[in-house]
């Protein structure tokens, strides 16, 4: 079992910008690859970014250029660095981890997920 804890959403202003934070806990060796996802009211839940424990990335398109995931080993924690906010990246972003491919993340909603942190960007 692994258990994530997601923090650091908010309201701000369009252009604005917000850093989240996923801690992990519990059997955190079978896990290679760690995500960001966001689910938009009536909207299904889309991947935002993927870092494999190697270091290497991958982006949605709407947020390539403004957004940053990186992850701290050592620390367990995941961020996002989310910079130039839009109101349409007003969401709930969930932490995922799992042990898979980078082009699982973007096909399948697997493994464990914290519990959601609310963005809210206002134009």
């Known amino acids: 079992q692994v258990q994530l804890v997601g923090s650091g959403g908010g309201l701000v202003q369009a252009g604005g910008s917000l850093r989240l934070s996923c801690a992990a806990s519990g059997s955190i060796f079978r896990i290679n690859i760690m995500a960001w996802y966001r689910q938009a009211p009536g909207k299904q839940r889309e991947l935002v970014a993927a870092?494999?424990?190697?270091?290497?990335?991958n982006y949605a398109d709407s947020v390539k250029g403004r957004f940053t995931i990186s992850r701290d080993n050592a620390k367990k924690t995941m961020f996002l660095q989310m910079n130039s906010l839009k109101p349409e990246d007003t969401a709930v972003y969930y932490c995922?981890?799992?042990?898979?491919?980078?082009?699982?993340?973007?096909?399948?909603?697997?493994?464990?997920w914290g519990q959601g942190t609310r963005v809210t960007v206002s134009s």
């Open positions: 995922n981890a799992r042990s898979g491919t980078l082009e699982s993340v973007s096909r399948y909603l697997t493994g464990s």
């Open positions: 870092i494999t424990s190697g270091g290497t990335v």
